[in-house]
T-cell receptor, first 113, second 113 residues
């Protein structure tokens, strides 16, 4: 049973481009969480999704950021018109149910140049 | 406003000795606490947790202590091993607020042989 898979592991974008980060949860997990870790900081919650639904997006910046978890396929975190301040490590986690422990992927390190 | 704080950004310990990592929180609604370990370029991995109804939980070399009145928890690693060198994050979940973790900023532990 593969763990939480994130790709790409590293992503370089120029300012103004779009970044798409993918997360495939563990098999049987229908709850997905995205966290962001800025340099020298802890992880900050961004968004919690279940299949086809956004449950809590209280940690998402109001503009340029969106997330989805379609019925088929991975969860996608999309950042439009990236800026240097978006450079961070983005971690996805998944769980089978609410209240279950969840498992993190290895992260995508986004660098905006 | 940081609700979970790890005031020591780094800690250096000799192999075989005890490592004590500290964490303070401000939100009285937190009732479940977790410690995660993170190696460079990897996602956080769950280490140990404690519910607010307990004051101690032990798992092998790892023990977590919770002092609710002081809003303080600590992770003890005895004996410390070089493979324990990593960044340790404490995290908290509030009562009845789903599964979202609030993380501290992390403490980098270095265990010297």
């Amino acid at each position: 049973n593969a763990g939480v898979m994130q790709n790409p592991r590293h992503l370089v974008r120029r300012r103004g481009q779009e970044a798409r980060l993918r997360c495939s949860p563990m098999k049987g997990h229908s709850h997905v969480y995205w966290y962001r870790q800025l340099p020298e900081e802890g992880l900050k919650f961004m968004v919690y999704l279940q299949k086809e639904n956004i449950i809590d997006e209280s940690g998402m910046p109001k503009e340029r950021f969106s997330a989805e978890f379609p019925k088929e396929g991975p969860s996608i975190l999309r950042i439009q018109q990236v800026v240097r301040g978006d450079s961070a490590a983005y971690f996805c986690a998944s769980s089978a149910t609410v209240g279950d422990f969840y498992f993190f992927g290895q992260g995508t390190r986004l660098t905006v140049v | 406003d940081q609700q979970v704080k790890q005031n020591s950004p780094s800690l250096s310990v000799q192999e075989g000795r005890i490592s004590i990592l500290n964490c303070d929180y401000t939100n009285s609604m937190f009732d479940y606490f977790l410690w995660y370990k993170k190696y460079p370029a990897e996602g956080p991995t769950f280490l140990i947790s404690i519910s607010s109804i307990k004051d101690k939980n032990e798992d092998g070399r790892f023990t977590v202590f919770l002092n609710k009145s002081a809003k303080h928890l600590s992770l003890h690693i005895v004996p410390s091993q070089p493979g324990d060198s990593a960044v340790y994050f404490c995290a908290a979940i509030p009562f009845n607020a789903g599964n979202m973790l609030t993380f501290g900023g992390g403490t980098r532990l270095m265990v010297k042989p």
